[in-house]
């Protein structure tokens, strides 16, 4: 089956370090790879997606590359604040009707200033 | 535009007691899903709705009923509530179940708790 594992925090940085949050999959077939974002009290937000090998998914200073040979998606970032502290999810869908997406555990970033 | 809406919100309910938690999106999209997230924040993957067919996750206790009234709405149905049942129960949407087509769109959750 399909499974997503990344690295439990909390993972606490400073002001303007930077971000890397890992993250590898197991999947049958060729799924599509994606970050969510969860902040304080909120629902589930995409950050940024990729559908194909070595395909970058990218959005408000975020990246992840789609990494088939490592089977990896590792989310990084040049330079946090301190509003990007929330939980962030690695997520694949594979397209079976009754999987939907197949999460991580979550990421728990704190970042202090 | 709330593009996947959920209600209520919060839910505090006592043990024994049947409720339900409604759900409805604006996106034109064929396939709903009901998630749920426990106090670690772990997501899972309850039931998907495709076109009036419903998949059922063979590990959700049969308490546990979904109801879709048309193509824009998945309600969630629970009875004789338990304690374990306390969790975020989420609400998305996607385009379809193709692979290309699962970007799932989320609601801001209902926060369960049994007392």
């Known amino acids: 089956g399909n499974s997503v594992t990344q690295m439990e925090g909390p993972v606490t940085l400073s002001e303007e370090a930077f971000l890397t949050i890992n993250c590898t999959y197991t999947?049958?077939?060729?799924?599509?790879l994606f970050w969510y974002v969860q902040y304080p009290g909120e629902g589930l937000q995409l950050l940024l997606k990729?559908?194909?090998?070595?395909d970058k998914g990218s959005n408000k200073g975020f990246e992840a590359t789609y990494r088939k040979e490592t089977t990896s998606f590792h989310l990084e970032k040049g330079s946090v604040q301190v509003s990007d502290s929330a939980v962030y999810f690695c997520?694949?869908?594979?397209?079976?009707?009754?999987?939907?997406?197949?999460f991580g555990k979550g990421t728990h970033l704190i970042i202090q200033p | 535009d709330t593009a996947v809406s959920q209600t209520p919100k919060y839910l505090v309910t006592q043990m024994g007691n049947d409720k339900s938690i409604k759900c409805e999106q604006n996106?034109?999209?064929?396939?709903m899903y009901w998630y749920k997230q426990d106090s670690k924040k772990f997501l899972k993957i309850m039931f998907s709705?495709?076109?009036?067919?419903?998949?059922i996750n063979e590990t959700v206790p049969n308490r546990f009923s979904p109801k879709s009234p048309d193509k824009a709405h998945l309600n969630l149905h629970i009875n004789s509530l338990e304690l374990g049942d306390s969790a975020v129960y989420f609400c998305?949407?996607?385009?379809?179940?193709?692979?290309?087509?699962?970007?799932?769109?989320f609601g801001q959750g209902t926060r369960l708790t049994v007392v």
């Open positions: 998305a949407s996607s385009a379809g179940t193709g692979r290309m087509n699962t970007e799932a769109f």
């Open positions: 999947a049958t077939g060729y799924p599509s």
């Open positions: 990729a559908t194909k090998a070595d």
């Open positions: 997520a694949l869908g594979s397209g079976g009707g009754a999987d939907g997406l197949t």
């Open positions: 996106l034109g999209h064929d396939t």
């Open positions: 709705y495709n076109n009036k067919e419903l998949i």
